[in-house]
């Protein structure tokens, strides 16, 4: 009875818990705007331009591959981009080397 009554949200709610560390550090950058871009420009030393373009792709490419994975449009598409959010802020935020936090 429980299963008929839900499984029509079920699909939903697995989405939403697959994409839900790209939903909320998209909101987070969103909020932390001005944080994220000071630490890339001192992280890399590239300028506030440059860091704000990489704060802009980040939020972009995070909540826009979320909207595209809940609405089932373009999932493939959308899974790949958010792998390559992944591989950019491996690069970016020098977690390549950090083995705790990539085992985690």
């Known amino acids: 009875q429980f299963l008929r009554v839900t499984k029509q949200y079920l699909p939903h709610v697995a989405r939403l818990c ?3 560390t790209f939903l909320e550090d998209g909101i987070r950058m969103w909020f ?18 440059l860091a704000s373009i990489f ?12 909207i595209l994975v809940l ?3 373009f999932v493939q598409y959308a899974c790949f981009g ?17 083995l705790k936090f990539l085992m985690r």
């Open 18 to 20: 697959l994409i839900s």
């Open 32 to 49: 932390q705007w001005s944080e994220q871009r000071d630490y890339i420009d001192g992280a890399w030393n590239c300028g506030y331009f």
């Open 55 to 66: 704060v802009f792709i980040n939020l972009f490419g995070q909540l826009s591959g979320c």
């Open 71 to 73: 609405s089932r449009n």
């Open 82 to 98: 958010l792998f390559g959010i992944i591989a950019l802020q491996t690069i970016a935020y020098s977690i390549l080397w950090d």
